[in-house]
Structure formats: C-alpha cells, structure tokens
C-alpha cells in the first residue's frame, strides 16, 4: 500500500493560487495512480482531479476545470495540484489518493482508491 503525505495547504484570498504536493513511499517503484479530492464538514468527499501514472490521462470535476491542475514527478514520487484562481467554495481538507495500477489506468471515484493522505487545510476568504 502506498504512503502518502501532503502539504502545500494554507489560507488565500479570493483569486489567489496555491500549489499542494502529495509525497508517496512504499510503493517500491511499482505504478500507482493518483488523485486528489476534497471535504468539508458534513459533505461527503469530493473528487477534484486525477491522473494516471503516466501522466498522459487527467480528468476534473467540472467546478474546478481550467483553474486547477494535477500534475506528477515520478522520479520525485510527488504528485502536485496547482490551484488557481481560487473561490471561497474551494474552501476544505484536501486529500491525496493513489492506488497501485497500471501505468494507464485512471480513477475518477474515491471507492477506487485504497491509500490516502492525511489532508492538508486549504481556507481561501472572501
């Protein structure tokens, strides 16, 4: 099972951008693929952006589409979310996901993801 550890949370304006980094171990240079989702209290988590590991295959919920962007280093096994442009409905705990996969694979539920991080706060006022 792959370990993951976040970072890169804080708190922005409304507009401004923040990058988040999700470091996996564990994995001993097997493929994994990965996401990154979202939760605030008493809402369900929500997907926001997945990759396959290799890199040639994203998809995004529609709310964050063209301002938020995954990304990976598999030579630095980090994966990365670059926020833009960001709303105070962006506001939550952000979680990294990943599960051992094929180099192609690409998960868009949260059920198809067996390793996650411990999330990182993300505050973004108005």
């Known amino acids: 099972q792959v370990h993951l550890v976040e970072s890169g949370g804080g708190t922005v304006q409304a507009g401004g951008s923040l990058k988040l980094s999700c470091v996996a171990s564990?994995?001993?240079?097997?493929?994994?693929?990965s996401g990154w989702f979202r939760q605030t209290p008493g809402k369900a988590r929500e997907f926001v952006a997945s990759?396959?590991?290799?890199?040639?295959?994203?998809y995004y919920s529609s709310t964050v589409k063209g301002r938020f962007f995954i990304s990976r280093d598999n030579l630095q096994n980090t994966v990365y979310l670059q926020m833009n442009s960001l709303k105070p409905e962006d506001t939550g705990v952000y979680y990294c996901?990943?599960?051992?996969?094929?180099?192609?694979?690409?998960?868009?539920?949260?059920?198809?993801?067996?390793?996650w991080g411990q999330g990182t706060q993300v505050t973004v006022s108005s």
């Open positions: 996901a990943a599960a051992e996969a094929g180099p192609d694979i690409l998960l868009v539920t949260a059920s198809g993801f067996n390793s």
């Open positions: 564990g994995h001993n240079g097997r493929s994994y693929t």
């Open positions: 990759m396959n590991w290799s890199g040639g295959s994203t």
